[in-house]
């Protein structure tokens, strides 16, 4: 397992956030990555980031003027905000083609009507 290194001192939120989300996407799941920020923001952005997005915040410390977030990115590449699709899939799974298409006519029925200006 890989540990990588993101500097992002001197940067404003959300650019730690960003930065840091992006260096994770290229890494493989379980490699850690330690950021160095010293935005006061980027303890509770990075706190609500790994809980949002499924990543561990291992640790965290304030080293005075500079803070520094250890991160292990989430275990497979399933972001755990789409949990909702997962399910319509499944149960759009379940359902015989002509189901679907009937529901779709049901769907476009209950679009809003436009109001004419006279």
């Known amino acids: 397992m890989g540990d990588s290194v993101l500097d992002v001192k001197g940067m404003r939120c959300p650019l730690p956030v960003l930065r840091a989300n992006r260096a ?11 950021v160095l920020a010293t935005d006061r923001a980027a303890v509770a952005d990075f706190q ?24 292990r990115r989430r275990p497979a590449d399933k972001d755990p905000r789409d949990k909702d699709a997962d399910k319509d899939a499944d149960k759009d799974a379940d359902k015989d083609p002509a189901e679907k298409d009937a529901e779709k006519d049901t769907d476009s ?9 006279s």
């Open 109 to 117: 029925d209950k679009a809003p009507a436009l109001a004419k200006d």
């Open 48 to 71: 609500a980031y790994c809980r949002e997005t499924g990543h561990a915040l291992l640790a965290w410390s304030d080293e005075g003027e500079m803070f520094s977030f250890l991160i």
């Open 24 to 34: 994770l996407r290229g890494m493989a799941p379980g490699d850690r990555l330690r």
